[in-house]
């Protein structure tokens, strides 16, 4: 079958399939115009002499009609397939042939006997049906010649055979416009074929399409999935890792209240710092969660830069000597309109971030004005950022040169909490770098147009007074319970610790409580939320209450926000806690 398609110069299977159909759509509706056309002929041509020959020449175009018509339905019926397409070629060879034959045979029917003018109507029929069947049968080229071989041997032979030499030249003529014919068939069957390869290569340029989509949802889906699993994993390894570092801390701050000889004071000095490290690690943790769960509070208002610019320098600046390197911090007098809170955490992470990865040299932060706005910049002639990473380094936990995972390098959260923020603020980070000559961070913030009234005060630290108040503790971890007794007890409170929301209600039955200090997640099913709300519909309304949370999981952080009651995050250090009793306690 494919050799009889190459002897027919014929295009590959389906391309042929899609021209046939559509060759044979073309035949029924050219059923019809034969009649009237047949009518024409027949009035003008019949004299007496011709009327058996023009009336079977007649019947003979319509038999052969209807057999066109009988095979195109049979063959769309569902016949045609790619096993038989080439069968049905050759069929149409046959068919389109011998009908050639029938309509030049109305030559040898009417010639004999026929006027000038019936000689012109012979010519005209046989030459516009042979327009039409090139029209119709072109899209499959053998088809078409089989119909025009025929058809001009059959009219050549009988202008041949007349006596008059005038029919020679007809019959020339004859040649010249089926060859032409051919030429143009041969145009319009190209144009049809590369139609129906062109669609066909949408489709498969479509179904590519659909794969690549379908493999690019199957690895977002799975991307999310590993997402969620890991936010889940973190959520419950930062909770489990909250637990104990809180009671540590609380302990600890115990203990430093207890008389120690120097050497234990250095023990406990350094205790400390290893729980404050891994109390920024968790807090880093905290942040990026937070802003994962869209739970990030923006509060704008005017503020000055520079006195953000000398807390860095307070703080940050022993961490750069400690490295051997310079930290400089340009004076600035711009006003910017923005979260005070929020760019002194994009810019404490960014500092840092740029003294981690800088080994010699220094760290320089200034600022410039673009307009109506400030462009806040940390230089550093650090290891540098190659340029297929400058993007990827504002993704969670993508660090770069910590092969090692040193600890001190951070989590690799920074740049992302710093990038998640400034999407929060509708303001714009780049980032651009030299690999090992180093990178400068810039961020834009908007110029206050309000007067500045006053710049945040600086934190004070206050003597811690006694409270004279009883607190109800609850919590399900016995660390923690121990650790809040012994340190509200410091603090000259009566406390009961209790671990469910029973025993709450057993302990406020005897007496209610001034004020309630209840972890977020209990045990099942219930909360703190819900733990307060029940103690509070047993003892008063408005009894004062703060919520403490381990939970980073964005859903959960939302849930406890909803609760519009106080909320603090483990490990709490001594001095919030006090600070946010003193608070929810009336001053």
């Known amino acids: 079958m494919t050799r009889q398609r190459h002897i027919l110069r014929l295009p590959d299977e389906r391309v042929l399939l899609e021209l046939l159909r559509l060759l044979l759509g073309n035949v029924a509706p050219s059923l019809l115009p034969i009649f009237p056309l047949l009518a024409v002929v027949l009035w003008m041509m019949d004299n007496g002499s011709n009327t058996l020959g023009l009336w079977l020449w007649a019947t003979l175009v319509v038999v052969s009609r209807l057999v066109h018509v009988f095979h195109a339905r049979y063959a769309l019926g569902g016949d045609l397939t790619g096993a038989t397409v080439t069968r049905h070629v050759w069929v149409l060879i046959a068919i389109n042939g011998l009908d050639g034959a029938i309509w030049a045979g109305l030559a040898w029917a009417g010639l004999n006997s026929a006027t000038v003018v019936g000689t012109a109507l012979v010519m005209a029929v046989i030459a516009g049906v042979t327009a039409n069947a090139m029209a119709v049968t072109c899209v499959v080229m053998p088809v078409f010649v089989a119909f025009a071989t025929c058809a001009l041997a059959c009219l050549g032979l009988k202008l041949w055979l007349m006596p008059d030499p005038a029919y020679m030249a007809m019959a020339l003529i004859s040649a010249v416009y089926v060859a032409t014919l051919t030429a143009q068939g041969r145009n319009g069957a190209k144009v049809a074929t590369d139609a129906i390869n062109l669609r066909f290569e949408n489709l498969a340029l479509i179904e590519r399409l659909r794969i690549e989509t379908d493999k690019a949802q199957a690895a977002h889906r799975k991307a999310e999935h590993a997402s969620q699993a890991k936010t889940r994993f973190l959520a419950a390894a930062s909770h489990d890792l909250r637990q104990p570092i809180h009671a540590q801390g609380l302990f600890l701050e115990v203990l ?19 729980a404050e490290t891994a109390t920024g690690m968790l807090g880093t943790l905290l942040d990026f969660s937070r802003i994962d769960a869209g739970v990030v509070d923006v509060r704008r208002s005017p503020f000055h830069l520079q006195p953000l610019l000398n807390k860095m320098d307070r703080e940050l600046a022993p961490q750069a000597v400690a490295r051997g390197l310079v930290l400089r911090l340009r004076e600035t007098h711009a006003a910017i309109d923005s979260d005070p809170v929020l760019v002194e955490m994009m810019l404490r992470n960014l500092v840092s971030n740029a003294i981690r990865y800088t080994v010699r040299g220094g760290v320089l932060v200034g600022c410039r004005k673009r307009g109506d706005d400030t462009v806040l910049e940390v230089w550093d002639t650090g290891i540098g950022i190659e340029p297929d990473q400058l993007k990827a380094v504002f993704r969670e936990f993508h660090q770069l040169g910590n092969p090692e995972r040193d600890r001190e390098k951070g989590l690799g959260l920074g740049l992302a909490i710093v990038d998640g923020l400034a999407r929060a603020l509708g303001h714009e980070l780049s980032v651009r770098s030299i690999p090992g000559r180093g990178s400068v961070f810039r961020l834009r913030l908007p110029n206050a147009h309000a ?5 945040p005060p600086q934190a004070v630290v206050r003597a811690v007074r006694r409270l004279d108040v009883h607190v109800l503790v609850i919590d399900d971890d016995a660390a923690v319970r121990h650790g809040m007794q012994h340190l509200l007890q410091s603090w000259g409170c009566d406390c009961t610790a209790v671990e469910s929301v029973d025993q709450a209600l057993a302990a406020t039955a005897q007496r209610c409580p001034d004020l309630i200090i209840s972890d977020y997640r209990l045990r099942d099913p219930d909360t703190g939320a819900q733990a307060i709300a029940t103690v509070r519909a047993h003892c008063c309304q408005q009894l004062p209450a703060l919520l403490i949370t381990g939970d980073t999981a964005p859903e959960r952080l939302r849930e406890a926000l909803a609760s519009n009651i ?10 919030q806690l006090y600070e946010q009793m003193v608070h929810v306690l009336g001053g």
Request: hydrophobic share 40%; proline share 12%.
């Open 451 to 455: 007067t500045v009234v006053s710049d």
């Open 566 to 575: 106080p909320l603090l995050h483990k490990p709490v250090s001594p001095a």
């Open 256 to 274: 430093s209240r207890s008389p120690l000889s120097a050497e234990q004071q250095d023990i406990l000095a350094n205790a400390r710092a290893t």
